[in-house]
């Protein structure tokens, strides 16, 4: 009976040396050359990601710039316009000014919204003709901007005069929304000023128009003191 080993023999190489040493350089070679592609790719792919971040990080910088240029109606001083301060900031000024129509600035941003016509126009016009309501005739006719009384109007030293406040404001709101803006077609402060508060009154519609334009960019930029 045949024995069987265990032991199996050697294999040996029987192919020549010269041959061994072309198959073992092209083996490196094949390794070198998958290495400089893995290296090649590796800087490319990282080059790909930094052209994309940098057109990502443009087109963010593009889109704030063009959000942060001021709005034309807002270097226009254009009235019938939405709302470009809240309810809270009218507040703010009123608080500060210590305006006896303090804590109505809800009901002065509503009537800017009903009317079509920015507040912060009406913040504006009520700080020039009477700080708020705390000087001349205003402190007893409760009007924002001390229109003049017509025949059979509630008056008071020839102005109009309101049980509230919120009348003030209101009728205020629809003299700009109904005359000024609709019949006569006028919309900007420079456009509306001489016609309302007319040098002939003796009023310096200069300084008038520079005022109210003033307040309307200082509380546009976020500070509540003119």
């Known amino acids: 009976m045949p024995t069987t080993?265990?032991?199996?023999?050697?294999?040996t190489n029987t192919y020549s040396p010269a041959y061994n040493r072309r198959t073992y350089k092209r083996r490196t070679i094949s390794r070198r050359r998958k290495g400089c592609l893995y290296l090649i790719a590796v800087p490319s792919t990282l080059v790909m990601l930094l052209i994309i971040a940098g057109i990502i990080v443009i087109?963010?910088?593009?889109?704030?710039?063009?959000?942060s240029k001021p709005v034309t109606h807002l270097r226009s001083y254009v009235l019938p316009v939405k709302p470009s301060v809240s309810a809270d900031f009218i507040n703010q000024v009123l608080d500060y000014y210590h305006s006896p129509a303090a804590g109505k600035g809800q009901a002065?941003?509503?009537?800017?919204?009903?009317?079509?016509?920015?507040?912060?126009?009406?913040?504006?016009f009520f700080m020039q003709e009477s700080t708020f309501g705390t000087q001349g005739v205003a402190t007893v006719t409760h009007s924002?901007?001390?229109?003049?009384?017509?025949?059979?109007?509630?008056?008071?030293?020839?102005?109009?005069?309101?049980?509230?406040?919120e009348a003030g404001f209101e009728d205020w709101y629809k003299l700009m929304a109904h005359q000024y803006i609709g019949q006569w077609k006028l919309t900007t402060?420079?456009?509306?000023?001489?016609?309302?508060?007319p040098g002939s009154d003796n009023n310096d519609v200069t300084t008038y128009i520079q005022n109210v334009k003033n307040a309307v960019d200082i509380w546009h930029s976020g500070s509540v003191g003119v």
């Open 5 to 11: 080993s265990t032991n199996r023999p050697k294999r």
């Open 59 to 67: 087109w963010l910088a593009s889109s704030h710039s063009k959000d």
């Open 108 to 124: 002065l941003y509503n009537d800017g919204v009903k009317y079509g016509i920015d507040p912060v126009y009406a913040l504006a």
């Open 144 to 165: 924002l901007g001390n229109i003049r009384a017509n025949t059979g109007d509630p008056q008071y030293h020839g102005y109009r005069m309101y049980s509230t406040w």
């Open 189 to 197: 402060v420079d456009q509306i000023v001489p016609i309302y508060a």
